[in-house]
C-alpha cells in the first residue's frame, strides 16, 4: 500500500510569485485535507476535498485554492505568495474506512523571500 | 471554537526515564475525537493514536500510555523507559466527531522531547 506522498520537497519562491504544491492521496482514499505548518508551531488547517469538491475550509484568504483530481490527488496554489507564506505544507488523506483518522504525508518546506 | 493547549514547549530527558506530555483541550461538541501525533525532524506527521470522547478508558500500547480525562478535557501521554528514538515534536490534536469525512484538525503548539543519554 502507497502512502501520501507529496512534491516537491523543497521550494523556494520569491514574494508576489505564484506556486503549486502536490499531493497523491493514499491508495483507496477519497478526502485530501491540506495544513500549513510555521515553524515552531501546530498544523493550521487549510481546506479540505472530498470527491473533488471543497468540503471544509479553515481561516486562509481566497489566494490559496485548492484542486482535487479523479485520482483524488490533489493540488495547493497560492498566488501573491508573501513572506509569511513561508511553511511546510502538509497534506492528509483518510476514507471512509479511516474514519477520523488521517495519514500525513512528508511534506513541502515552502521558503518565501 | 475548539482549542488545543499543550503548555509544555521543550522537555529533555536522559533515555530510561518516564516523561508524562500534557494536552489540555476545549470544545462545545458532546462527541468528538482526540489524537497525538509525533513529528520526527523529517517531518512527517506520524499517526500515534484517536481516542472518542465517549470512551475514556486508558490505554497502554507498549511503552506508551495515554490517560484520558473528560472531566479535565485533558488527554496526557506517558512515555514509559524513554529512549533516544523518542526525541521529536509531540502534536495533541482535536477533530468534532466523524461525520462521513474525517473532520479537520485543530492541533496543540507541540512539545518538543529531547531524549540523552
Known amino acids: 500500500e502507497t502512502g501520501v506522498t507529496q512534491s516537491p520537497t523543497h521550494l523556494i519562491k520569491t514574494r508576489g510569485q505564484q506556486v503549486t504544491l502536490r499531493c497523491s492521496s493514499q491508495?483507496?482514499?477519497?478526502?485530501v485535507s491540506w495544513y500549513q505548518q510555521a515553524l515552531g508551531q501546530g498544523p493550521q488547517f487549510i481546506f479540505q476535498y472530498y470527491r473533488e469538491e471543497e468540503n471544509g475550509r479553515g481561516n486562509f484568504p481566497p489566494r490559496f485554492s485548492g484542486l482535487q483530481f479523479p485520482n483524488y490527488s490533489s493540488e495547493l496554489n497560492v498566488n501573491a505568495l508573501e513572506l509569511d507564506d513561508s511553511a511546510l505544507y502538509l497534506c492528509?488523506?483518510?476514507?471512509?474506512?479511516?474514519?477520523?483518522?488521517?495519514?500525513f504525508g512528508p511534506g513541502t518546506r515552502l521558503t518565501v523571500t | 471554537a475548539q482549542k488545543v493547549t499543550q503548555a509544555q514547549t521543550e522537555i529533555s530527558v536522559v533515555e530510561k526515564e518516564d516523561v508524562t506530555l500534557d494536552c489540555v483541550y476545549e470544545?462545545?461538541?458532546?462527541?468528538?475525537?482526540l489524537f497525538w501525533y509525533k513529528q520526527p525532524p523529517s517531518g512527517e506527521l506520524v499517526f500515534l493514536i484517536r481516542?472518542?470522547?465517549?470512551?475514556?478508558q486508558n490505554e497502554i500500547s507498549g511503552r506508551y500510555s495515554w490517560n484520558f480525562q473528560k472531566s479535565t478535557s485533558s488527554f496526557n501521554f506517558t512515555i514509559t523507559a524513554s529512549q533516544v528514538v523518542d526525541s521529536a515534536v509531540y502534536f495533541c490534536?482535536?477533530?468534532?466527531?466523524?461525520?462521513?469525512?474525517?473532520?479537520?484538525?485543530?492541533f496543540g503548539t507541540g512539545t518538543r522531547l529531547q531524549v540523552t543519554l
Open positions: 492528509a488523506s483518510s476514507s471512509r474506512t479511516s474514519g477520523s483518522e488521517q495519514y
Open positions: 491508495s483507496g482514499h477519497n478526502t
Open positions: 470544545t462545545r461538541d458532546t462527541t468528538y475525537y
Open positions: 481516542r472518542n470522547s465517549f470512551d475514556e
Open positions: 490534536a482535536l477533530s468534532e466527531a466523524y461525520t462521513g469525512t474525517a473532520s479537520k484538525l485543530t
